[in-house]
């Protein structure tokens, strides 16, 4: 009897024993999978690769047909499902889900658990559980403290009813959250990747070829209004011939201003279309028009807290024009196809090659539109009022032309610069860069630049210029050599060592040199 006794207790404890192991060996199944997915947080920063190996899995320690991650978004169904994974569903069943209870969660951030969705009173208004047969669902929304609500985690199963409990919820809460985790770090990441990618850009472009660069008084006039405008936050209208600097201008100020460490971005209003050129600078909704198969944020949300540099402001269609003013009075920005405004905080720096205020008068400008962005005019001068500075100009630009095409190219000869000072130059500055270019490309190795090595126009305007008497051969040579001194020891920040390897001369000839010449 009482073996039978000790037989029985001990078949009841194996019972007991086998029914712990299997809910512990279900809770370790989901405790290790919460251990993967943040594992993988540390390693991997592509979200869509995370889903991809972590949903199967959940599906793994869940009795549901199909599990999915939903992301809020602005079109009209509230979110797009970013990942799916299910059993045993044809393609087409699979996209047989609830889309009413995804967008109940993502709005209220209230989590929706029915053991029979058929029978639910709160459910009954969705019809797509009625049309779909869904019998057990469970969303959980997916939310972190600084983003809020970002979209929604959703399992469902049609066969069987009562297949998710309130354990269930507690635990895909939890995973719920993680993947929230994983979302913001990846925003974050592919953020900072692309403001890294953008001010690499900007470092290049703003040490760019032809940039403002001389001693005149015109160009030492031009930092003066540069430096004022940078000071302040109100809109600038640059004004000035093709070719003279204007966005390099543009982004100086901006690099000047408190909002440098912001975006800098330009927009041609000449090369689009009308439509084109809206949807560029303000965005565009999905579906707005042919073409548009995604939701487009423009240039304005894109330089929020930065500075929008518009070229070719004159060419600006109306629609676009009433736009502009609408963003320099309201701050407000609609996007094609949407009814929504948004808020920007932008500076607009405009500029044309044309006189702006003559448009206005020949009424293909608004008035007060020009009057919103003459706030501050700049007006580039052309090189050829201040071709003083074309020597060093020009030998600044050959010292980057020679480092972007790695070619050991000598310097100017007096024969060139005189060519050079002498030319029109009706391309202005980026004309002059192109000229050099053109001359390091055809010169030979260690050879200097010479005036056959630029264009037939720059070669011969010597021969077209009356030049009067200035003295002797020798005092011209001297002056000549003055500035190649000086111009060596600008480039070599007065190293006397690389500025006497530049020229090509020794220490000691190199300080006899400068004696003689009065070279400090």
């Known amino acids: 009897m009482l073996l039978d006794q000790l037989s029985d207790s001990s078949h009841d404890k194996d019972a007991v024993l086998s029914s712990e192991i299997s809910v512990d060996t279900l809770s370790v199944d989901r405790l290790r999978l919460l251990y993967d997915v943040s594992r993988e947080l540390t390693i991997e920063r592509d979200v869509k690769v995370i889903l991809d190996r972590t949903l199967g899995n959940l599906l793994a320690v869940y009795s549901a047909e199909r599990v999915l991650v939903a992301i809020k978004n602005e079109t009209p169904k509230g979110f797009v499902v970013e990942a799916v994974r299910h059993h045993n569903l044809e393609a087409d069943d699979a996209e ?14 209230e989590p929706v658990l029915s053991i029979d969705a058929q029978t639910d009173d709160r459910l009954d208004r969705y019809q797509s559980v009625i049309d779909y047969n869904i019998r057990s669902v469970l969303c959980v929304p997916l939310f972190h403290v600084s ?3 970002m979209g929604a985690l959703y399992v469902d199963h049609r066969g069987m009813g009562n297949a998710f409990s309130g354990d269930d919820q507690t635990f895909l809460q939890a995973f719920a959250n ?4 994983a979302l913001v770090n990846a925003r974050m990441y592919e953020q900072l990747e692309e403001k890294a990618q953008y001010f690499q850009q900007e470092v290049e472009r703003r040490y760019q070829l032809g940039g403002l660069f001389g001693q005149s008084d015109a160009m030492q006039a031009i930092y003066r209004l540069i430096e ?16 003279t600097g204007k966005e390099l201008a543009a982004r100086t100020i901006h690099y000047y201003s408190t909002r440098k460490d912001q975006r800098f971005l330009s927009q041609n209003c000449a090369t689009l279309s009308p439509q084109l050129l809206q949807s560029e600078l303000f965005g565009h909704r999905k579906g707005a028009f042919t073409g548009a198969n995604e939701n487009h944020k423009g240039i304005f949300e894109a330089a929020n807290g930065g500075t929008v540099f518009l070229d070719e402001i004159a060419d600006a269609p109306p629609e676009l024009q ?14 094609v196809g949407e009814t929504v405004d948004r808020t920007v905080d932008v500076r607009i720096i405009a500029a044309t090659n044309r006189d702006l205020k003559e448009e206005v008068e020949k009424g293909s400008f608004r008035e007060g539109l020009y009057y919103r962005l003459h706030v501050i005019q700049i007006d580039m001068p052309p090189l050829r009022e201040y071709l003083e500075d074309v020597p ?41 860069e192109n000229e050099i270019r053109r001359a390091v490309a055809l010169a030979e190795e260690e ?3 010479t005036p056959d090595l630029f264009s037939e126009a720059v070669s011969h305007a010597v021969s077209g210029v009356s030049v009067e008497y200035q003295g002797r051969l020798k005092d011209s040579m001297q002056e000549y050599e003055r500035w190649l001194i000086r111009a060596a020891l600008e480039k070599c920040v007065g190293n006397i060592t690389r500025t006497a390897e530049e020229l090509g001369v020794s220490r000691v000839s190199l300080y006899k040199k400068m004696n003689r010449l009065g070279v400090r």
């Open 96 to 109: 047989e889900l609830s889309r009413g209870i995804i967008r109940r969660v993502i709005e209220t951030n």
């Open 147 to 149: 983003e809020g609500v």
């Open 178 to 181: 993680l993947v929230g985790v």
């Open 228 to 243: 004022r405008a940078a000071k302040s936050d109100i809109s600038v209208l640059m004004q000035g011939e093709t070719g």
């Open 322 to 335: 009433r736009s502009l003013l609408r963003v320099l009075q309201e701050g407000e920005i609609r996007r």
């Open 392 to 432: 060093l100009l020009a030998e600044h630009l050959l010292i980057r032309a020679k480092e972007d095409a790695n070619k050991p190219v000598g310097g100017l000869t007096v024969g060139a610069v005189k060519a050079l000072t002498s030319y029109n130059w009706p391309g202005n500055v980026r004309e002059l």
């Open 447 to 449: 050879g200097d630049i």
